[in-house]
């Protein structure tokens, strides 16, 4: 049995280094999104963000330099539902 992403995979490696037309460029997206890669990257991204506004609130910043960057981090995670 193949397991699912391996054909994806392939087909992504054979794209790198290479400029991509219009049609290839969807296809990539595709087979990033077949992949599983799409989701566990937000999956990710998501953690990190959480990590991140843990730091900031335990550094020696005023409040109001914490609420900016938790803020901005929030923006950047919210931002990764734009991604489908």
């Known amino acids: 049995m193949v397991h699912?992403?391996?054909?994806?995979?392939f087909f992504l490696r054979k794209l790198l280094g290479k400029k991509l037309d219009p049609e290839e460029i969807e296809l990539a997206r595709l087979a990033i999104k077949e992949s599983g890669g799409l989701?566990?990257?937000?999956?990710i991204s998501k953690k990190h963000a959480e990590r991140a506004k843990e730091l900031v609130l335990k550094t020696m910043l005023n409040e109001e330099a914490k609420?900016?960057?938790t803020s901005f981090i929030n923006y950047i995670e919210e931002?990764?539902?734009?991604y489908k």
Do not use: Y
């Open 4 to 9: 699912h992403g391996v054909q994806e995979s």
């Open 39 to 43: 989701k566990k990257s937000k999956e």
């Open 67 to 69: 609420r900016f960057f």
């Open 79 to 82: 931002s990764l539902e734009w």
